[in-house]
């Protein structure tokens, strides 16, 4: 699955989370010193953000595209010196696209958030009828939105079009490696249904669950600062009481809460999911066995083969029965918490409506963020699942040990 894509999987992985945990810490150290010594003057500490289109060559962003693009250089050479890997173009120099136009596109969340403050204040004010707002404010601050909503929009088609090539290149690769072992992967029990079906499926949940999990952590990086800024305007949290960025905390507390809730109970999930497919390929072959051959598919076999995709069946829908219950009940209580937790603020009358927008959307992209395995639990689910068949593949083809629950008979209780 990743040899065929990536050089030295392992070894990849851990040097470029390594990598990226080195350039990010630096970027919030000496990189905005060194920034303002080539000329790139950092913002002024609490000066209004530029709105529109100018948020994003301010010289604090001209800056971070250098940085981005001096990193990546320096990581590129390296693993395409030390390790050249036919995928590599693809495999390193595509993902470092992806994640940057990623956190390029939160980026443009982050200056729509910006604006909802004049917008929204602009709005009450309005509202208030003391005739001070014209309707050609209204319609500027509109063109403004706008504007950066056909960025959005540009960056996020340009973004999927590129991931859907490189996914399908990913899965290109894969089903090259297998095809190039058929001679011993024909052998295996279901050996079609791994390197057309599985290697098919394992694409399309990852174009989807990938640019949403890289989506996910760029929008931490872009909104938690956001967030900790905007709670100087809320004092205190019910039954909490005063403390530092309370609003930062309790998107932290309750994205940990949920998503330490979801995890205990679909713990099952994942190994069931696997043996449905195991089950639904014995009895799929058996039935393909009986087209040709009539001593095949007898019913004694098909009803005990049957049985068992029943059986495995029912306890999915069993799992996912008190699976949901808790999923259902977590994103209800979500869709409130925010008002909740801002109730003491909002009675005490501390804040604009401009500004309670802006907490409700900054705090609402990071609780998304953090619930991210809330949110995608089911299809992890399915991933797993489709990777514990492929892991379970190659040790067959490549003569390693099988992992227990790949060890089952099909028949087995």
Same mark, same amino acid.
């Given at each position: 699955m990743f040899q065929s894509f990536f050089p030295r999987p392992r070894l990849f992985l851990l040097s470029a989370l390594i990598w990226v945990a080195l350039a990010v810490a630096l970027w919030y150290g000496p990189?905005?010193?060194?920034?303002?010594?080539l000329g790139f003057a950092p913002p002024v500490p609490g000066a209004d953000p530029v709105l529109g289109l100018g948020h994003f060559v301010t010289p604090q962003f001209l800056w971070f595209y250098l940085y981005c693009a001096a990193f990546l250089a320096v990581f590129t050479a390296a693993w395409f010196i030390l390790s050249p890997h036919p995928c590599q173009g693809w495999s390193i120099v595509g993902t470092a696209v992806i994640l940057f136009s990623t956190y390029f596109n939160v980026q443009v969340s982050v200056a729509i958030n910006n604006w909802r403050r004049p917008f929204f204040d602009t709005v009450q004010a309005a509202l208030s009828g003391e005739g001070a707002v014209t309707a050609g404010q209204l319609y500027g601050l509109i063109l403004i939105f706008a504007q950066i909503a056909f960025v959005w929009v540009a960056v996020y088609v340009a973004t999927r079009f590129f991931v859907s090539h490189w996914v399908f290149r990913w899965r290109q690769a894969? =089903?090259?490696?297998?095809? &190039? *072992?058929? #001679?011993?992967? *024909? *052998?295996?029990?279901?050996a079609s249904q791994r390197v057309q079906e599985d290697t098919m499926r394992f694409a399309s949940i990852m174009e989807d669950l990938g640019v949403s999990v890289v989506d996910s952590v760029m929008t931490l990086f872009?909104?938690? #600062?956001? %967030?900790?800024?905007? &709670?100087?305007?809320?004092?205190?949290? #019910?039954?909490?009481?005063?403390?530092? &960025? #309370? %609003? %930062?905390?309790?998107?932290?507390f309750w994205s940990a809460f949920g998503t330490l809730l979801l995890a205990v109970a679909g713990i099952r999930l994942p190994g069931l999911n696997f043996r449905n497919q195991r089950v639904e390929a014995a009895y799929r072959k058996e039935l393909v066995y009986g087209e040709d051959d009539a001593e095949r598919a007898g019913p004694v076999t098909t009803r005990d083969l049957f049985r068992q995709v029943r059986m495995n069946y029912f306890r999915l829908y069993f799992h996912y029965a008190y699976f949901n219950v808790f999923r259902g009940m977590y994103l209800q209580a979500d869709n409130v918490f925010a008002y909740l937790i801002l109730i003491p603020t909002i009675a005490a009358g501390q804040i604009t409506f401009g500004i309670l927008q802006q907490i409700l959307t900054a705090?609402?992209?990071?609780?998304? &963020?953090?619930?991210?395995?809330? =949110?995608s639990w089911t299809t992890i689910i399915e991933l797993l699942s489709i990777h514990k068949r492929l892991a379970a593949f190659e040790a067959a083809f490549e003569g390693r040990v099988l992992a227990p629950i790949e060890q089952e008979h099909p028949l087995a209780p």
């Open positions: 990189a905005e010193a060194i920034g303002a010594w894969m =089903n090259d490696y297998y095809i &190039s *072992r058929w #001679p011993e992967v *024909r *052998r295996i029990e279901g872009a909104f938690l #600062p956001v %967030l900790a800024a905007l &709670s100087v305007h809320v004092t205190e949290l #019910p039954l909490v009481g005063a403390i530092a &960025s #309370p %609003l %930062l905390y309790a998107a932290l705090f609402g992209r990071v609780s998304d &963020s953090f619930q991210y395995l809330v =949110n």
